[in-house]
């Protein structure tokens, strides 16, 4: 094997910089590899699946750091520091950091002392070592943070380069305010939302990034008795960033939305939607003005077929991911006979790219013509997930599996179903053999037939020979999730 030249082993091992089991080992093979893989590993230490509260080797390397005066100041003060190296360090490894994680940072800290004013001041001094020796900042969570570190000497040489901010709105405006002042450059901004008040730092912070890609807000409110509405002054500013904006996800508590309405009629440049919250209603004006045209993935809960339909035709072409939640209303929609027909024509007349898709529709032969008309012509499908109304008859189950069978796109990979459907052994196993061949399959179901000794047993015997990857149970919740 010829050997490889360290260009193209950092370009291996940035292609793994989320796998730490393997950058780990190539630590052990030769002083080439190890040179090469310590600055992907310290890009982002935080980011690995590493018990950070009892990680005494990392809290070592990084007080290594603190000058002899500072690590004296902070004995005194009985904050328990490693004994100092009588060799220094193979690397400069705090110079390849280009993340802060306050949250796991404050773990580590936890190893030198217990007191809460001790663990401030140690806080303090660290956070001051990674601004001066991150050369250039791209990540920072700062959902714990109690320092004002924009003071601090260099912060905001290191400030103005970052990328990606996670905050919660617990911190208090003034700090954001700090922020905006900084920072102006940011691509991905993803909120927490603890507070039910407008925090109007945030608000700033939103207004002055000019290259404003990614967007995401959770609610995660302890008290949702609002004064005011905490999310109106957040979307107004959002809505300016129509031109940059490409992603935005929104997990919201409130119950009426009508600002989400007309701001999303004015980003037209999304490529992800995902909205997780109550009903959302577009009047007939907003959806005509719904023009996402290189919309890739649209994720709304509680949206009409109807309405769905009409995004989809507006905005198709490029559309991979077309997934909504049925399961808590699914049969309150009025029309589901001809609003189902409508959405499964809709998809495959305009959605040539479809990867990921939600479907519901109820037992009759015409939507069962349209579904094999839809698995025909969407050829990228990997994931469908399967709402049938009046689906416990076993008839039903044993014709949507012929279905599959004939004309399921030879890139489908998994299929989930609710508890409605019923099969048979008998049904189930017909399917399985028929299905030899292909590409293994994963089934879900939130019905526990599946728990049963009998399925079992036929289910593990199609797994060992390669036709079935798995088959499992799984919450209806659970069944909308796909990553």
């Given at each position: 094997?010829?050997?490889?030249?360290?260009?193209?082993?950092?370009?291996?091992?940035?292609?793994?910089?989320?796998?730490?089991?393997?950058?780990?080992?190539?630590?052990?093979?030769?002083?080439?590899?190890?040179?090469?893989?310590?600055?992907?590993?310290?890009?982002?230490?935080?980011?690995?699946?590493?018990?950070?509260?009892?990680?005494?080797?990392?809290?070592?390397?990084?007080?290594?750091?603190?000058?002899?005066?500072?690590?004296?100041?902070?004995?005194?003060?009985?904050?328990?520091?490693?004994?100092?190296?009588?060799?220094?360090?193979?690397?400069?490894?705090?110079?390849?950091?280009?993340?802060?994680?306050?949250?796991?940072?404050?773990?580590?800290?936890?190893?030198?002392?217990?007191?809460?004013?001790?663990?401030?001041?140690?806080?303090?001094?660290?956070?001051?070592?990674?601004?001066?020796?991150?050369?250039?900042?791209?990540?920072?969570?700062?959902?714990?943070?109690?320092?004002?570190?924009?003071?601090?000497?260099?912060?905001?040489?290191?400030?103005?380069?970052?990328?990606?901010?996670?905050?919660?709105?617990?911190?208090?405006?003034?700090?954001?305010?700090?922020?905006?002042?900084?920072?102006?450059?940011i691509q991905r901004l993803i909120i927490i939302n603890k507070k039910i008040s407008v925090n109007?730092?945030?608000?700033?912070?939103?207004?002055?990034?000019?290259?404003?890609?990614?967007?995401?807000?959770?609610?995660?409110?302890?008290?949702?008795?609002f004064i005011k509405d905490p999310h109106k002054e957040i979307f107004l500013a959002l809505a300016?960033?129509?031109?940059?904006?490409n992603h935005l996800i929104m997990f919201l508590d409130l119950s009426e939305h009508t600002i989400?309405?007309?701001?999303?009629?004015?980003?037209?440049?999304?490529?992800?939607?995902?909205?997780?919250?109550?009903?959302?209603?577009?009047?007939?004006?907003?959806?005509?003005?719904?023009?996402?045209?290189?919309?890739?993935?649209?994720?709304?809960?509680?949206?009409?077929?109807?309405?769905?339909?009409?995004?989809?035709?507006?905005?198709?072409?490029?559309?991979?991911?077309?997934?909504?939640?049925?399961?808590?209303?699914?049969?309150?929609?009025?029309?589901?006979?001809?609003?189902?027909?409508?959405?499964?024509?809709?998809?495959?007349?305009?959605?040539?790219?479809?990867?990921?898709?939600?479907?519901?529709?109820?037992?009759?032969?015409?939507?069962?013509?349209?579904?094999?008309?839809?698995?025909?012509?969407?050829?990228?499908?990997?994931?469908?997930?399967?709402?049938?109304?009046?689906?416990?008859?076993?008839?039903?189950?044993?014709?949507?599996?012929?279905?599959?069978?004939?004309?399921?796109?030879?890139?489908?990979?998994?299929?989930?179903?609710?508890?409605?459907?019923?099969?048979?052994?008998?049904?189930?196993?017909?399917?399985?053999?028929?299905?030899?061949?292909?590409?293994?399959?994963?089934?879900?179901?939130?019905?526990?037939?599946?728990?049963?000794?009998?399925?079992?047993?036929?289910?593990?015997?199609?797994?060992?020979?390669?036709?079935?990857?798995?088959?499992?149970?799984?919450?209806?919740?659970?069944?909308?999730?796909?990553?």
């Amino acid at each position: 094997m010829p050997k490889l030249n360290k260009d193209i082993l950092f370009l291996i091992f940035e292609e793994l910089q989320k796998d730490s089991k393997s950058l780990f080992s190539c630590l052990m093979v030769n002083r080439l590899w190890c040179k090469t893989v310590i600055p992907t590993l310290w890009k982002t230490p935080w980011c690995y699946s590493i018990n950070y509260h009892n990680k005494n080797s990392l809290y070592s390397v990084i007080t290594s750091y603190l000058s002899e005066d500072i690590k004296e100041s902070l004995i005194r003060q009985e904050i328990f520091l490693p004994p100092i190296l009588h060799q220094p360090l193979l690397f400069d490894y705090l110079s390849f950091c280009r993340s802060i994680d306050i949250d796991i940072l404050n773990n580590i800290i936890t190893i030198g002392t217990s007191d809460l004013y001790n663990q401030f001041l140690l806080q303090q001094e660290i956070y001051k070592l990674l601004m001066r020796k991150c050369s250039e900042l791209k990540y920072l969570n700062i959902k714990s943070i109690k320092h004002q570190i924009f003071y601090f000497p260099e912060a905001r040489a290191r400030l103005e380069s970052l990328c990606e901010l996670r905050c919660d709105t617990s911190i208090d405006s003034p700090y954001f305010h700090g922020l905006a002042s900084i920072c102006h450059y940011i691509q991905r901004l993803i909120i927490i939302n603890k507070k039910i008040s407008v925090n109007h730092g945030l608000v700033k912070l939103i207004e002055n990034q000019r290259n404003l890609k990614y967007f995401e807000l959770k609610d995660d409110f302890e008290d949702n008795d609002f004064i005011k509405d905490p999310h109106k002054e957040i979307f107004l500013a959002l809505a300016k960033k129509a031109d940059v904006l490409n992603h935005l996800i929104m997990f919201l508590d409130l119950s009426e939305h009508t600002i989400v309405q007309n701001v999303l009629t004015k980003l037209h440049k999304l490529k992800t939607l995902i909205i997780n919250s109550g009903y959302i209603y577009f009047s007939e004006n907003q959806l005509k003005m719904l023009a996402h045209h290189e919309l890739e993935t649209l994720n709304i809960d509680f949206i009409s077929l109807s309405e769905a339909s009409i995004i989809i035709e507006n905005n198709g072409g490029h559309l991979r991911e077309i997934l909504l939640r049925y399961c808590d209303y699914g049969w309150y929609i009025k029309n589901v006979d001809e609003e189902s027909l409508d959405f499964i024509r809709k998809v495959y007349k305009n959605c040539p790219l479809i990867e990921y898709l939600s479907l519901l529709f109820p037992s009759t032969m015409d939507h069962f013509i349209e579904f094999e008309k839809l698995l025909k012509s969407c050829k990228k499908l990997k994931f469908v997930l399967i709402r049938i109304k009046n689906s416990d008859k076993e008839e039903t189950g044993e014709e949507l599996l012929e279905i599959l069978t004939r004309s399921a796109p030879t890139n489908l990979r998994e299929i989930r179903f609710f508890e409605e459907f019923q099969f048979s052994l008998k049904i189930l196993e017909k399917f399985f053999e028929n299905w030899k061949g292909r590409p293994a399959l994963s089934i879900l179901t939130s019905n526990p037939m599946c728990k049963g000794d009998d399925y079992m047993k036929m289910i593990n015997k199609y797994k060992d020979n390669g036709v079935i990857k798995e088959f499992r149970y799984e919450s209806k919740k659970n069944m909308y999730y796909h990553h």
